[in-house]
């Protein structure tokens, strides 16, 4: 059975790099062809996507966040990882690791999710 | 890119069936067949119920289907339970090849 679980920070200073891990368990990241993803849930509002790596190392982000954000894998860990630089208080959300079966947004395995806070 | 247009909340009573529509562009919804619907409770991750438009993926019940007309998907929930409560959300693929999802709806099960 595949589970992934956030870790990382739960509060960051305004204009620092929030950093995120996803490690991925029962499932290696290399074997399937998945696409491995990052979302976020802002308190009150919508869902965003953010991004996903493709195990080959390609990547795809949100247009409105990709000035910003590095998504990465570690082979030897089995993990990947979120960096969004320069964040603000709107950067303040619960994020998701999940993956997608398809490259077409069928994520049918999440983390739980974890609470960021961007405040000084 | 703008999010999709979902109605921000929808209602029906037990056994009834309702329709959230998620609305888009040719740029997204209308120009491709990758149209995913999700269900969240709260403080709970998101749950995949419909992919491709219209797929269930195993284990979803069937009184949960999706479709899709021009611009706009919808996610039809019949013999509305209790348990359906909760917000639910469409996500789309756009022709910058990324993702991206609708405001989100809230269902209330009178």
């Known amino acids: 059975q595949v589970q992934l679980q956030e870790s990382g920070p739960g509060l960051v200073k305004p204009s620092q790099t929030l950093s995120l891990t996803c490690t991925v368990s029962?499932?290696?990241?290399?074997?399937?062809?998945?696409?491995w993803s990052w979302i976020r849930h802002h308190p009150g509002k919508g869902l965003e996507w953010i991004g996903y790596i493709y195990y080959s190392g390609t990547t795809y982000y949100n247009p409105s966040l990709k000035s910003r954000v590095t998504i990465s894998v570690d082979t030897s860990k089995n993990q990947f990882s979120l960096n969004l630089n320069s964040v603000t208080a709107a950067d303040t959300a619960v994020y998701y690791c999940?993956?997608?079966?398809?490259?077409?947004?069928?994520?049918?395995?999440w983390g739980q999710g974890t609470l960021v806070t961007v405040s000084s | 890119q703008s999010a999709l247009t979902q109605p921000a909340s929808v209602s029906g009573s037990p056994g009834q069936s309702i329709t959230i529509s998620c609305t888009g562009t040719g740029n997204d919804v209308g120009g491709y067949d990758y149209v995913s619907w999700y269900q969240q409770h709260p403080g709970k991750a998101p749950k995949v119920l419909i992919y491709d438009v219209s797929n269930r993926p195993l284990g979803v019940s069937n009184r949960f289907s999706g479709s899709k007309s021009g611009n706009t998907a919808s996610l039809t929930i019949s013999g509305l339970q209790a348990e359906d409560e909760a917000d639910y959300y469409c996500i789309s693929y756009t022709v910058s090849g990324t993702g991206v999802f609708g405001g989100g709806t809230k269902l209330t099960v009178l």
């Open positions: 999940a993956r997608d079966l398809s490259g077409y947004y069928f994520l049918d395995c």
């Open positions: 029962g499932d290696s990241i290399f074997s399937g062809g998945y696409y």
